[in-house]
């Protein structure tokens, strides 16, 4: 089998990229929505507090977002919690030092780090990736963090279509298959532990179907 990397990706890996830089300036015309409501972060917001609380455990205060899309999810919106705080945005309610985007599809933010994070987040990204690149990408984002990474996989199709008419969601596998791709890859990065949430279809009471997120707490390659 063929071994791909960052440096040697698979032709499929490149012919989706340019698929996501084109939806990313036309947006997703088949659905009629328009360049500013494509890919534009939406998917991380409802993972905010599960984040928060790793951050509140292990005081990071740096964090990547890998795949961010156009990193609308940190513009300022009131974050009102239940005890009566708020907070005027996704940073302050994380109270980090920063927050770095990096998406190889949006122009703005396309540049491929060269430093390390203390923490990265990944929210509906990888499932959008080939499966046979999903091995070298999981171990770069595990690359890219010195303390943990919260990976976040929908593991149903997608409501958007990639301009050839394809499911923008072409890797769709059960989470114990991602999971054992995790556990694989953290053996390289010792100090690193990592957080999965899985985003599966579920049958509800009256016959239809819901989405529902799994959490996985991953191994943790100790020192």
């Known amino acids: 089998m063929t071994q791909y990397s960052r440096d040697s990706p698979s032709l499929r890996y490149r012919e989706l990229l340019g ?3 084109e939806m990313h300036v036309h947006g997703a015309v088949e659905q009629n929505i ?3 409501e494509t890919f534009d972060g939406r998917s991380l917001p409802k993972h905010a507090a599960h984040i928060q609380t790793v951050l509140n455990v292990l005081g990071s205060r740096t964090i990547l977002d890998y795949g961010s899309g156009k990193g ?3 513009k300022p919106v009131k974050i009102e919690l239940p005890n009566g705080m708020s907070y005027p945005d996704i940073k302050s309610f994380w109270n980090v ?3 770095t985007c990096y998406d190889p599809g949006y ?3 396309s540049t491929l780090p060269t430093e390390t994070f203390e923490g990265v987040v990944s929210t509906d990204v990888l499932e959008h990736c080939p499966k046979d690149d999903i091995p070298w990408l ?3 984002i ?3 963090a010195t303390e943990f990474a919260y990976i976040n996989v929908a593991c149903y199709p997608a409501a958007k279509t990639l301009p050839n008419g394809e499911n923008a969601h072409c890797t769709l596998e059960q989470p114990e298959w991602w999971i054992d791709i995790f556990d694989q890859q953290i053996k390289k990065h010792e100090g690193l532990r990592y957080f999965a949430a899985f985003d599966v279809p579920k049958r509800d ?3 239809g179907q819901k989405i529902v997120t799994v959490m996985h707490r991953g191994k943790w390659n100790a020192l």
Do not use: I, K, L, M
């Open 97 to 99: 030092d920063s927050v």
């Open 142 to 144: 595990f690359g890219f």
């Open 205 to 207: 009471t009256a016959g």
């Open 107 to 109: 122009e703005p933010f």
């Open 19 to 21: 698929y996501y830089r």
């Open 72 to 74: 609308s999810q940190y």
């Open 34 to 36: 328009p360049p500013e």
């Open 138 to 140: 999981v171990d770069e």
